[in-house]
């Protein structure tokens, strides 16, 4: 899953998440995945927007120094939950983004056939294999 966006805040919060970055920082480092977990749903639950941003992002760097799988699912639960509960619509904007991802390489793909004089794709080939009809 892709990491959130700063845009889920607000300036103010921002300006309280970054007064809060340094001792949240140490304390993800400091803890071990069971007492990090723990905290995370304390936090979760306190529904802090910047604290949770702050922890999914310091539990995301974590995960890069965890060896252990067990520890890193764990640890890939626990931003995903801090992701969802900071920004409820990002499954349906991700949704939405892929849609018109979709629809844009759509609309290419047909400009690149009409411009070659072909409707589709089988008959830009056989235009390229037998020539013009």
Not at 45 to 62: E, V
Not at 92 to 97: I, N, P, S, V
Request: aromatic content about 6%.
């Amino acid at each position: 899953m892709a990491p959130f966006s700063r845009g889920s805040l607000s300036s103010e919060e921002l300006e309280r998440a970054n007064a809060r970055r340094a001792f949240v920082a140490d304390e993800v480092n400091a803890l071990g995945v069971g007492a990090l977990e723990q905290r995370v749903r304390a936090v979760a639950a306190s529904a802090d927007k910047p604290a949770m941003f702050l922890y999914a992002h310091f539990a995301r760097q974590k995960l890069q120094a965890v060896t252990s799988e067990a520890e890193s699912l764990k640890l890939k639960e626990l931003t995903a939950e801090m992701e969802q509960a900071l920004d409820p619509q990002a499954a349906k904007k991700r949704e939405q983004a892929t849609a018109a991802l979709e629809e844009a390489r759509e609309l290419k793909s047909y400009a690149h056939y009409r411009r070659h004089g072909a409707k589709d794709a089988a008959s830009l080939h056989m235009n390229r294999v037998y020539g013009q009809a």
